[in-house]
């Protein structure tokens, strides 16, 4: 939904994050693992009711994923391995914050998420098991960027209006926040199948003249 545009618009931006955080020589493969930390201490945070340095830690975390495309592209260091663990790591981060809000009494609530979550990004690589799908974007909405920037955009709600009153029952905020974040990432999922019909019936990318996105064209992590 909004992840295309994002991209284009901020990569400069990020590019110059990424030529600053080069300079420490960190292999951008251990650069990107450094989320999974950064997620865990969002979780632990947010499970000890640290809900400021939960939320810091969990955008930053959300963010990483830009963060370290960037350095490994101002290292000359970007390699097809290094894009497929990134994409490994993405889905560990959202995992471990959602088992952070789990462990803090959102359990159904992050079960259906995270589960959605899953079934909608396996949309891709089943459908590359049929046919060649290339790499572009997907119309469909509920893609990363987009549960991410819901996600903390409902955190910062929280952070000022923790629950409310309807009627007369109080309800969590957060509660609300994931199934808006569910409804969005099971209508997105729907898309997807839809899409993939289309991509399958009509034979892959390659035959549909679909224009995949060159994200090796740099270098090589």
Request: glycine letters at 8%; a positive charge.
């Amino acid at each position: 939904m909004f992840n295309g545009g994002f991209r284009k618009k901020s990569s400069l931006f990020f590019d110059r994050i990424g030529f600053f955080f080069a300079k420490t020589h960190i292999p951008p493969n251990v650069f990107s693992s450094l989320a999974l930390v950064i997620a865990a201490a969002g979780a632990l945070s947010f499970y000890f009711r640290l809900y400021i340095p939960a939320f810091v830690f969990i955008g930053v975390a959300c963010l990483w994923d830009t963060i370290d495309g960037a350095v490994a592209r101002a290292e000359k260091r970007v390699t097809k391995f290094g894009y497929y663990l990134e994409g490994i790591i993405d889905k560990w981060v959202e995992v471990i914050i959602y088992v952070g809000f789990a462990a803090s009494g959102y359990a159904l609530e992050s079960f259906l998420v995270i589960s959605a979550t899953l079934m909608l990004s396996f949309a891709k690589p089943r459908a590359a098991m049929v046919v060649p799908i290339g790499e572009h974007d997907w119309p469909a909405i509920g893609e990363r960027f987009d549960r991410l920037l819901l996600l903390n955009i409902g955190l910062v709600i929280f952070l000022f209006l923790p629950h409310f009153r309807l009627g007369h029952v109080e309800v969590r905020t957060l509660s609300i926040v994931f199934a808006i974040l569910f409804i969005i990432v099971a209508v997105g999922s729907i898309q997807r199948i839809f899409y993939a019909k289309k991509l399958i019936e009509g034979g892959g990318t390659d035959k549909m003249h679909v224009q995949s996105r060159d994200v090796f064209a740099n270098n090589e992590k």
